[in-house]
């Protein structure tokens, strides 16, 4: 009988260990958003609303024929044919004015537009080093992304530009990086200031711009492979989908992609929404002439057009504090001690 006994509670044991090491073998840590302390990419805004004083102003001027114009009139006419993507006809209403007198940051945000998307690239170049602030103290700033980024343009167009070879941003290849504390906090931080002044860069450059873009797609691979050396995988993927986004074609950075990817899935990291976060350019968003303004429609759903999904049965949970895995233990056991005293019962 001591033998019968101590033979079923062995068995009994061995079947609770491999329920539990079973139980722990299954069990996978839950996808995680990535810690992006040092440097986040936030959404970018690639079609702005037009501030409440250029809004008005269209408004205004359209009530009036445009014999009677003034030369401001006409200014506010080239920033809304800009916001309406008619690039040449704002390009050609600012070179008869005096564009000088553009002085809010988002006026000067759709003059620069104009030019880049005109492909008047020297023109731009000039225009940002006489407006865009220069900062001595850092060790890359706004101004400089600014300039090599417009610089590449200049090359490109010119077909100097050698492809997989020409680097945009020189100062990502710069061997000083090396040596840069990447702990440091983020105001205080030359890698973030380098990050933040080429993402500065592409948010200017990414207004109302969706065409195949070979040169921004290289500089947005170039900022990948930075922040996946010195950053985060989160941000990497982030800039390489925009690098696929002007330039599909390219092999290269859908490898790096692809590598990017394996990698956060082996980390269980969550991936960000590159559709989100980047947005969409919708042509005549903001149409203010004529009707004055052409707003989406809202969808307003009534009782009659909501349709219930159908309710799903659930099976009720009696005992919802008891695990399953312990709940079969407690049955074995009992089960167990049931044949125990059986056992003892008939000798």
């Known amino acids: 009988m001591k033998i019968t006994i101590k033979y079923l509670f062995s068995l009994y044991m061995v079947f609770c260990i491999s329920l539990a090491i079973g139980q722990e073998s299954s069990y996978e840590e839950p996808p995680r958003q990535e810690n992006t302390y040092l440097f986040e990419v936030l959404n970018y805004d690639r079609q702005p609303k037009p501030p409440t004083y250029i809004y008005n102003r269209i408004l205004q001027i359209h009530e009036n024929p445009m014999t009677h114009w003034t030369s401001q009139d006409s200014l506010f006419y080239a920033y809304e044919s800009v916001h309406l993507e008619s690039f040449d006809l704002a390009l050609t209403i600012f070179t008869r004015l ?203 759903f009534t009782k009659e057009d909501y349709i219930a999904p159908p309710k799903k049965k659930i099976r009720k949970d009696y005992l919802p504090w008891v695990d399953n895995s312990i709940l079969i233990m407690i049955v074995l056991g009992l089960a167990l001690v049931f044949v125990l005293l059986f056992i003892k019962v008939k000798n």
């Open 98 to 300: 005096n564009t000088d007198t553009i002085s809010e940051t988002h006026a000067k945000s759709l003059y620069r537009t104009a030019l880049f998307k005109t492909k008047r690239y020297k023109v731009l170049s000039r225009y940002n080093e006489k407006t865009i602030k220069d900062n001595p103290s850092a060790f890359y700033s706004v101004k400089e992304a600014f300039r090599d980024l417009n610089n590449a343009y200049i090359a490109y167009q010119n077909k100097t530009f050698i492809p997989d070879s020409t680097v945009i941003f020189p100062v990502l290849k710069d061997p000083a990086l090396e040596e840069m504390k990447r702990n440091v906090s983020p105001h205080k931080n030359r890698l973030v200031e380098i990050a933040f002044a080429i993402d500065s860069a592409f948010r200017q450059f990414t207004i109302l711009h969706d065409d195949q873009d070979y040169i921004l797609s290289q500089a947005f691979k170039e900022m990948g492979d930075f922040q996946r050396e010195y950053f985060y995988l989160t941000n990497a993927y982030f800039y390489y989908s925009a690098s696929r986004h002007y330039n599909k074609n390219d092999k290269n950075v859908v490898v790096k992609y692809n590598q990017v990817i394996d990698k956060m899935n082996k980390q269980r990291l969550l991936f960000i929404s590159f559709k989100n976060r980047f947005g969409k350019v919708i042509k005549d968003r903001y149409r203010l002439n004529e009707d004055y303004i052409e707003e989406a429609e809202k969808q307003v």
